[in-house]
């Protein structure tokens, strides 16, 4: 119902449906804001991970190599 309230256009949308939307996308505009400091705490959040996580695929001097052999010897 939403696509086919869409298609119809703006014009033809029940009031309701008009409030609706323009909530919608206001409320996207506070969800998505993203001042600086949230960016900090966000880049931290999937960037600053620890040593022990990265010693379970990487070898003791921490390189990895994603090699392919023919065979499996």
Same mark, same amino acid.
């Given at each position: 119902?939403?696509?086919?309230?869409?298609?119809?256009?703006?014009?033809?949308? *029940?009031?309701? &449906?008009?409030?609706?939307?323009? %909530?919608? $996308?206001?409320?996207?505009?506070?969800?998505?804001?993203? +001042?600086? @400091?949230?960016?900090?705490?966000?880049?931290?959040?999937?960037?600053? *991970?620890?040593? &022990?996580?990265?010693?379970?695929? %990487?070898? $003791?001097?921490?390189?990895?190599?994603?090699?392919?052999? +023919?065979? @499996?010897?």
């Amino acid at each position: 119902m939403d696509l086919i309230g869409q298609n119809l256009g703006t014009d033809r949308l *029940l009031f309701s &449906q008009r409030v609706r939307t323009r %909530l919608g $996308r206001l409320l996207r505009c506070i969800h998505q804001f993203n +001042p600086a @400091g949230r960016s900090r705490a966000n880049v931290a959040h999937h960037y600053d *991970l620890s040593g &022990q996580l990265f010693g379970l695929f %990487l070898d $003791r001097d921490r390189q990895y190599s994603c090699a392919y052999f +023919p065979t @499996g010897t």
